[in-house]
């Protein structure tokens, strides 16, 4: 991400984000309510078209044709076409309710890869396997509990195969006691290597997970670094009265706050 700015109206939401995340890395983006954290994450993937700024992903543009100084906006079939690259997983599963477990993680391949029917759902039992839930690929999403339905999600965008993996407060939508089964499975994802940018309001598994924490305040970024540096001794102010009133409010060091 190079000087990207993101305005709705008069309202500028992201002012200026550059930002940099290697391959196999893990980012946590952490910070208040409004500080523009979610609508980073959208932008990555042109759910949220930026107003200006670049954001490329493997050395492609996203959204954007270059024109030598222009940039021109890409027909959507285009931009459909470089989301398989970029899996992303919402706070609320956002599953088909029509479909099974299986039918879920087999539709993206089938449709805009024109994966074979056989070899999706060969590689959609392996992904639900991986997810801890092989006997539940015949399940509606109402036969599951919220943390089913989320890992279902999780392995439904695996299943093109992405270079990056977003995850919008992956356990917000989530009753306390199912959250640790998501988090297991992206902690196993993290540890295989994939590419994750996580906003959370789970500080403790940030510090777990992360390889870099990026704090976020009003549309910019203030502070990044390593966990032991974000999370256990930041330098900025503005990052040290945040985690303060979060460890105040919560015994567990997670946020109560909505995503931005």
Do not use: C, W
């Amino acid at each position: 991400m190079r000087g990207v700015h993101k305005s709705f109206g008069d309202l500028e939401v992201l002012r200026g984000i550059d930002l940099t995340i290697a391959p196999g890395e893990v980012t946590a983006i952490l910070g208040p309510s409004g500080s523009g954290k979610s609508t980073l994450l959208r932008s990555i993937n042109h759910l949220e078209p930026v107003t200006s700024g670049l954001i490329s992903v493997d050395g492609e543009v996203i959204g954007y044709r270059r024109d030598g100084d222009l940039l021109h906006e890409l027909r959507e079939p285009e931009v459909l076409r470089q989301r398989t690259a970029i899996g992303m997983v919402f706070q609320s599963f956002n599953l088909f309710a029509h479909m099974t477990a299986l039918e879920n993680i087999t539709e993206a391949p089938r449709r805009a890869l024109g994966v074979k029917r056989t070899e999706a759902e060969a590689h959609a039992r392996e992904l639900l396997a991986l997810v801890g839930l092989s006997e539940k690929a015949g399940a509606y999403p109402r036969q599951l509990s919220g943390g089913q339905q989320q890992r279902v999600a999780i392995a439904r965008a695996l299943a093109l195969r992405p270079k990056v993996l977003l995850f919008d407060e992956p356990t917000s939508a989530l009753d306390p006691e199912l959250v640790d089964e998501v988090l297991a499975v992206i902690r196993s994802l993290a540890s295989a290597g994939t590419t994750l940018v996580i906003v959370t309001h789970e500080i403790s598994f940030a510090r777990d997970v992360a390889d870099t924490v990026v704090f976020m305040d009003q549309g910019r970024i203030v502070e990044q670094g390593p966990p032991a540096q974000v999370i256990d001794s930041p330098t900025h102010e503005r990052t040290r009265s945040f985690l303060q009133r979060v460890r105040t409010d919560s015994p567990t060091a997670t946020t109560s706050e909505d995503p931005s």
